[in-house]
């Protein structure tokens, strides 16, 4: 590697270029800064500021579904007393964790990637990026390429097509473009959906509004966290942040996994739980049964996390309300439901779900082979097979993001210390037994993974090849296993293999 200290300007030329400014971006960089000083790194960003979807969405109520302990990097504590937190609180953090760190001098902003090509000649990557203000494209190059990009489409979210939306007299919104002019107070507002986004809109919208309706096609699972952790700090008070940030981390991840594990072994069991807890926010006379008990077992999909039960708490008080029917058309007062009844609305908020997009959309490369993402298998999760010098980031889906994300990058920082020591320039992950069956990278029924899972990297089923949702076995591959592994390719100039 390098010797250049990264405390030089952002370079055309690095050692790591890193695409994206997000939660993902961020923790590489700050990896890379903490555990590879000499390494030179640069990140891309397409938007004009940092923090990836915590900047893109701005819909009201937008904050965290994992508690920050988890949520939040290992190197840099949480100290707000929110565990579940807003999103400018986020925000906050990612700006403090980038100037802590001291990375704005790597940030180029409004780049957007487009292509990059792997040279096994050069032994290095070229990087095309296009600059948003004025459609200028420049050349990066860099011995790896570490994509921080996430899965969703920023373009872009997902709204079915829906007959009769144009005779709609009022405002049609997604929360993925949220009109900053957008005046709610007093307005009947009908949100269709019933996922996070939808479950944070309701409660947030409902002091002002006249009226909030969820119009849910079918229930999910619903569970009320308190926002702030008693224990946490009390922890922090008697131990202070560091070490009191280590304790509840450890405590989090565990009451968080043990939750899941509980769906998955016993789901009838967890169900009854899940339900009953939902019964105790509401009043007696509520349809839980209609409203709130799923027909899928839980985790299929996710859980929906609400703070302090905010959302029971805005139907208990009759500022806001939920509807459980089909869609039969828009019509132009409101919606035309297939059981006849019809909503009046005059704001209808399609928070109907997101688009997947695999590395935001760049075209990659190798030796001027375009690389078909769907043919290849994830190594770790984390690298693609038949694609040197490459690594990225996907969270769980069942835990903190940022979890996985701190892993990923602090094996990433193993695996260049082990190149510099045995000389490596290169290394390609190399699937040795094609035969091996390939399943999606997730497995959730959401409707959003259902739809894009298709265009991503597959995963294996057998040794490295697998993609893990299992804190406690990434932390056995990725923090204490061995870097070297048979899957490995490595070439150099004083070593091949």
Avoid at 45 to 54: D, H, L, N, P, Q
Avoid at 111 to 127: I, K, L, M, N, P
Wanted: hydrophobic share 40%; with cysteine.
């Amino acid at each position: 590697m390098s010797n250049r200290s990264n405390g030089s300007p952002p370079a055309a030329d690095v050692d790591v270029l890193i695409v994206g400014a997000g939660i993902s971006g961020i923790g590489a960089a700050g990896h890379l800064a903490s555990q590879r000083p000499g390494t030179t790194f640069t990140i891309l960003e397409a938007r004009e500021s940092i923090g990836g979807t915590w900047d893109l969405f701005r819909y009201p109520g937008i904050r965290s579904d994992s508690d920050m302990s988890t949520f939040g990097y290992g190197f840099k504590p949480w100290t707000h007393r929110k565990a579940i937190a807003d999103g400018h609180l986020i925000l906050d953090y990612l700006q403090q964790t980038v100037a802590d760190k001291r990375l704005a001098r790597h940030i180029r902003f409004g780049h957007r990637v487009v292509g990059a090509e792997f040279s096994t000649a050069e032994r290095r990557w070229t990087v095309t990026a296009e600059r948003a203000d004025s459609g200028e494209q420049l050349t990066f190059t860099a011995r790896f390429l570490l994509l921080g990009t996430g899965y969703y489409d920023h373009g872009e979210g997902f709204t079915p097509e829906f007959a009769g939306v144009e005779d709609f007299r009022g405002r049609v919104v997604h929360p993925q473009h949220w009109p900053e002019d957008l005046d709610y107070a007093g307005k009947q507002v009908l949100v269709i959906g019933s996922g996070a986004t939808a479950v944070t809109l309701i409660p947030a919208m409902a002091g002002r509004a006249g009226h909030v309706t969820m119009l849910q096609r079918s229930p999910g699972y619903i569970f009320s966290l308190p926002s702030e952790d008693v224990v946490a700090g009390v922890l922090r008070k008697v131990l202070g942040q560091r070490r009191a940030h280590k304790l509840v981390r450890r405590k989090n991840i565990w009451l968080t996994r043990s939750m899941y594990k509980l769906c998955r072994r016993a789901p009838k069991l967890a169900r009854r739980l899940l339900i009953a807890r939902v019964r105790r926010e509401l009043p007696q006379h509520f349809d839980v049964d209609t409203h709130f008990t799923p027909s899928y077992a839980p985790w299929d999909q996710r859980l929906c996390v609400v703070p302090d039960g905010d959302l029971f708490k805005a139907l208990s008080s009759g500022r806001a309300s939920v509807v459980t029917d089909r869609i039969s058309r828009f019509t132009a007062s409101g919606i035309l439901l297939e059981s006849g009844r019809e909503l009046a609305a005059d704001i209808i908020v399609t928070a109907t779900g997101l688009n997947m997009s695999p590395f935001g959309k760049m075209r990659l490369q190798v030796d001027g082979r375009p690389v078909d993402l769907s043919d290849t298998t994830a190594y770790k999760a984390m690298m693609l097979s038949g694609v040197p010098n490459l690594a990225f980031a996907l969270g769980y889906t069942n835990l903190s993001w940022t979890l996985k994300v701190d892993l990923v990058w602090e094996h990433f920082c193993r695996l260049l210390d082990h190149m510099d020591a045995h000389g490596y320039d290169t290394v390609t992950p190399v699937l040795h037994d094609p035969a091996m069956e390939r399943v999606p990278f997730m497995n959730l029924s959401a409707g959003y993974v259902e739809r894009g899972i298709g265009a991503f990297p597959r995963a294996g089923t057998r040794g490295p090849w697998t993609v893990e949702m299992a804190y406690e076995k990434d932390v056995e591959r990725l923090r204490d296993g061995p870097v070297a592994d048979a899957a490995l390719h490595f070439t150099g100039a004083r070593r091949a293999r």
